[in-house]
């Protein structure tokens, strides 16, 4: 692995051990559903309108095991508006315990929001959804 790679990863754990210590938008909420429990932890706190950030989703097992290996896909909209996300977030970085690193998350306005979370592992794929209101 190159050295500017791992330079980078480290940055981005303690980015993430950062993020858990001091910020209060950790969200774990998800769909009845959905066979996994995923909580959110946006780099932004309070989350604000029209600025381009990042995410740290973790997934767990609802036994509360990390669930490692997994692929996320996020898509989401506003149900009342009829539209989505005006970008195309993706999984960029597994950061190990079940967190994963998702940029180019940008809402363009304020209201309720539904984000539709594909979790991937092997041949199984579940989605769970994340309501949101900004």
Same mark, same amino acid.
């Given at each position: %692995? $190159?050295? /500017?790679?791992?330079?980078?990863?480290?940055?981005?754990? &303690?980015? +993430?051990?950062?993020? $858990?210590?001091? !910020?209060?938008?950790?969200?774990? +909420?998800? /769909?009845?559903?959905?066979? !996994?429990?995923?909580?959110?932890?946006? $780099?932004?706190? =309070?989350?604000?309108?029209?600025? %381009?950030?990042? *995410?740290?989703?973790?997934?767990?097992?609802?036994?509360?095991? =990390?669930?490692?290996?997994?692929?996320?896909? +996020?898509?989401?909209?506003? =149900?009342?508006?009829?539209?989505?996300?005006?970008?195309?977030?993706?999984?960029?970085?597994?950061?190990?315990?079940?967190? !994963?690193?998702?940029?180019? &998350?940008?809402?363009? %306005?304020?209201?309720? *929001? $539904?984000?539709?979370?594909?979790?991937? &592992?092997?041949?199984?794929?579940?989605?769970?959804?994340? =309501?949101?209101?900004?």
């Amino acid at each position: %692995m $190159e050295f /500017s790679k791992i330079v980078k990863l480290q940055i981005t754990i &303690i980015f +993430l051990f950062i993020v $858990e210590l001091t !910020y209060s938008q950790d969200q774990s +909420l998800a /769909s009845s559903s959905c066979d !996994y429990a995923i909580s959110f932890i946006s $780099e932004l706190d =309070p989350i604000e309108i029209n600025r %381009m950030h990042s *995410w740290v989703i973790n997934v767990k097992t609802k036994a509360g095991i =990390p669930v490692e290996g997994a692929t996320i896909r +996020l898509e989401g909209g506003m =149900p009342e508006h009829d539209h989505g996300l005006p970008t195309n977030p993706r999984m960029t970085t597994e950061l190990g315990s079940g967190n !994963y690193r998702i940029e180019g &998350i940008r809402f363009h %306005m304020g209201g309720t *929001w $539904e984000i539709k979370t594909t979790i991937t &592992i092997k041949e199984n794929r579940d989605i769970c959804t994340i =309501p949101l209101e900004l």
